[in-house]
């Protein structure tokens, strides 16, 4: 009797523990189960949060584009980069290089220039326009001074760049009289004969125009004035005597060649393109005789003021 009462009391003792360990394990996810409900709350009224935050932010941006674009616009672009410039004759002109036009509404745009009154083959000051138009229609204007001048040098700047010139031409290895003819070649054929030099005032001017365009280009416009130029200045460098010539009482106008030597006589020396095909490179006296007596009259000179030339013709 005693161990049925002991076993009876084992027995609620085991079931009181068990529904403990139940009552626990019940409070255990319960709480759990709160804890994640508030994380969940918590998030959940962040992202309210930050929903009404960013809700404001894009409601003041519509409401300033709205008033923005409610507003009439009346500011014309900004041009920025116009300034006045000078170039010699014969440089290469850029005439949007740096500018740039900006609208506070319609951002970069793009700009016009009016070169409509530049010469650039002509000294002298010309005006450039430079214009920008928004889509609202407002245009505005800027203007700068575009000053064109003939190019001068001095005589160490045109030494140094018809030894550059030369460097090109000759050949070390040649003979000078070789040299002479590759010099003649290389006037005749780049210099083109329109009628008019770019100085004809100065010789050093021309030359270094020429030399300039020449060594750019490999080609240069003018008269015999050019030719003969930038014949000295090449032969100078070379270190070749030379006079210069000119004719005189001519029916055909004005004309000048050289007289060059290069240690056996004075020759006549004229790079000139002429109609008749004439070749004007190392000939003698009797050579521009016989070229008049056939109608040529561009080297009427008074010989007296000009050393004799070799009968022999020129070889090299």
Partial sequence: MANKKRRRASYKSRKRRRQLQRYRELAFYAVGLLVLVGIVVTISVMASKSKKKNDSSLVSANQAETKKAET????APTITGVEDKTFNIGDTVTYLSGITAVDDRDGELDVEVDKSAVDSANPGEY???????DKSGNKATKQA????????ANNDELQALSLKVLNKIIDPSASKGSNLKKIYDFVHNG??????????????????????????????????FTYTSVDKALLEAYEVENIWCENENSPTGD???LLVNIGTGYYHFDATRMHSGFVCFMKTDADLDAYYNQGGYNYMRDKS???????????Y
Avoid: M, R
């Avoid at 009439?72 to 500011?75: K, S």
């Avoid at 005006?127 to 138009?133: M, N, Q």
């Fill in 72 to 75: 009439p616009d009346t500011n």
């Fill in 127 to 133: 005006k450039v326009i430079y214009s920008a138009t």
């Fill in 145 to 152: 001074i575009f000053t064109f001048k003939k190019a001068t």
């Fill in 191 to 224: 210099v083109g004969y329109v009628g008019t030099p770019h100085d004809a005032e100065n010789w050093q001017n021309e030359a270094f125009y020429a030399l300039t365009q020449l060594n750019a280009t490999g080609y240069v416009g003018g008269d015999c």
């Fill in 255 to 257: 004309h000048a060649w």
């Fill in 305 to 315: 003021k000009y050393p004799a030339t070799p009968t022999s013709a020129f070889t």
